[in-house]
Nanobody, 121 residues
Framework: VQLQASGGGLVRAGGSLRLSCAASGRTARSYFMGWFRQAPGTERDFVATISGSGEHTYYTNSVKGRFTISRDNAKNTVSLQMNSLKPEDSAVYFC???????????????WGQGTLVTVSS
């Protein structure tokens, strides 16, 4: 599975961005898909994940109510709608394909290249 993330950019606090991840490969739609983020000098942290069908989602507490993960299996894409952005959301965001609805990086075998999100105060 190959993943290509896009949609990052510079936005003011309180604004919105929508990240997209395009997946290629015959079995892409069978994977759980996740978003992680990494700020400079920090670990890569879990943000959100979604099941293969899109029926189940799971978020880290700091983004609940602000971020929404979704997927379009017909187009092999996963999106992360980010609203009410805060400066602390600034990071490189990575999409990943894995085998469980999990917040653990170890459950994700495939990773995209990352897209930078910068939120100014």
């Amino acid at each position: 599975v190959q993943l290509q993330a896009s949609g990052g950019g510079l936005v003011r606090a309180g604004g919105s961005l929508r990240l997209s991840c395009a997946a290629s490969g015959r079995t892409a739609r069978s994977y759980f898909m996740g978003w992680f983020r990494q700020a400079p000098g920090t670990e890569r942290d879990f943000v959100a994940t979604i099941s293969g069908s899109g029926e189940h989602t799971y978020y880290t507490n700091s983004v609940k109510g602000r971020f929404t993960i979704s997927r379009d299996n017909a187009k092999n894409t996963v999106s992360l709608q980010m609203n009410s952005l805060k400066p602390e959301d600034s990071a490189v965001y990575f999409c990943a394909a894995g085998v469980a609805l999990s917040s653990s990086r170890s459950q994700y075998a495939y990773w995209g290249q990352g897209t930078l999100v910068t939120v100014s105060s």
